[in-house]
């Protein structure tokens, strides 16, 4: 079974500043690793993912995300926040060899980003 | 391309009823999965259906049932509500034969039991 941390429940930031959302797994398999964004009233839409190779992924939206199999992290990151931005954000784990299309997720860290 | 479309939008029921939530899933897709997101929580996977049959299920109980059709689309039933039960039901579709691919969400069916 695979379990997903999200270490901020809340992020407050200031228009055009730097972001990191914090993301921690635990899985006994390999695992493939998402990030997903939910704006109000809507599903989830994918940012970005992490399948195989290089360790830094990039995704829409100028957000990316680092890899770090030691860690057992995938944070995601953006270098200059806008308001549109402000939205709830899932990190989620499937496993490599597992059902395809089923995932774990956290429980969302909220970004706020404030003019 | 239309993407995963769900229906209703919104829904209210009182307990003891029983709700069923509709489902299709992105043109080219065969496989659909159910997730329940409450409030303040991340999506719980409820089960998958391939080829007409449910595939795994999570933790839910089996008060909670679904059903695919030939054309892909999907149901999710459930019966005897519970307060418990108001959440956001979100489906998400994906390939087979596509291991890599990622799965494509809809926009939800919001479910509030009175």
């Known amino acids: 079974a695979q379990s997903v941390t999200q270490l901020d429940s809340q992020v407050p930031v200031f228009e055009e500043a730097p972001v990191e959302l914090r993301c921690n797994y635990s899985?006994?398999?390999?695992?493939?690793l998402f990030w997903y964004v939910q704006y109000p009233n809507q599903g989830l839409q994918l940012l970005l993912k992490?399948?195989?190779?290089?360790?830094l992924v990039k995704g829409i939206n100028g957000f990316e995300a680092e890899f770090n199999k030691s860690q057992t992290s995938f944070h995601l990151r953006k270098p200059s926040v806008h308001i549109s931005d402000t939205a709830e954000y899932f990190c989620a784990v499937s496993e490599v060899w597992g059902l395809v299309g089923k995932s774990t997720f956290g429980d969302g860290t909220t970004l706020t980003v404030k003019p | 391309d239309a993407g995963v479309t769900q229906s209703p939008t919104h829904l209210i029921k009182t307990r003891g009823q029983q709700v069923t939530l509709r489902c299709s899933p992105k043109?080219?897709?065969?496989?659909v999965s159910w997730y329940q997101q409450a409030l303040g929580q991340g999506p719980q996977f409820i089960f998958q259906y391939y080829e007409e049959e449910e595939r795994q299920r999570g933790n839910f109980p089996d008060r909670f049932s679904g059903h695919q059709y030939p054309n892909y689309s999907s149901e999710l039933n459930v019966n005897a509500l519970l307060l418990g039960d108001s959440a956001l039901y979100l489906c998400?579709?994906?390939?087979?034969?596509?291991?890599?691919?990622?799965?494509?969400f809809g926009p939800g069916t919001r479910l509030l039991v009175l």
């Open positions: 043109s080219g897709h065969d496989t």
């Open positions: 899985s006994s398999v390999s695992v493939y």
């Open positions: 998400a579709s994906s390939s087979a034969t596509e291991v890599r691919e990622t799965q494509y």
């Open positions: 992490y399948l195989s190779g290089s360790t």
